[in-house]
Nanobody, 115 residues
Framework: QVQMSESGGGLVQAGGSLRLSCVVSGMMVSLNAMGWYRQAAENQRVLVAQISRTGGSYYDPSVEGRFVISRDNDKNTVSLQMNALKPEDTAVYYC?????????WGRGTLVTVSS
């Protein structure tokens, strides 16, 4: 079974930065599009950044210009660099391969941005 383990979350002041990391096992990140989702309290999980197999990236307008998704094929990890953080970025962040063959989720990592 494919497993994802997210880390790097924490408490940060507005305007600060965090870098999230996701270790993937059971699947090569180089062969799959990967995404970062977030879920704020009582809200749906939303895809905020994705990277294609060829390295192209897409961002939700709410994070465009502030977040950068990247992939390390040697370490089989996907990262999310988050800059200029805002209180509305507060959420649990998850990474996941963008394929219907993977239905499970990791535990996520909590990001809290104080004003």
């Amino acid at each position: 079974q494919v497993q994802m383990s997210e880390s790097g979350g924490g408490l940060v002041q507005a305007g600060g930065s965090l870098r999230l990391s996701c270790v993937v096992s059971g699947m090569m990140v180089s062969l799959n599009a990967m995404g970062w989702y977030r879920q704020a309290a009582e809200n749906q999980r939303v895809l905020v950044a994705q990277i294609s197999r060829t390295g192209g990236s897409y961002y939700d307008p709410s994070v465009e210009g502030r977040f950068v998704i990247s992939r390390d094929n040697d370490k089989n990890t996907v990262s999310l660099q988050m800059n200029a953080l805002k209180p509305e970025d507060t959420a649990v962040y998850y990474c996941k391969p963008l394929t219907n063959s993977v239905q499970n989720w990791g535990r996520g990592t909590l990001v809290t941005v104080s004003s």
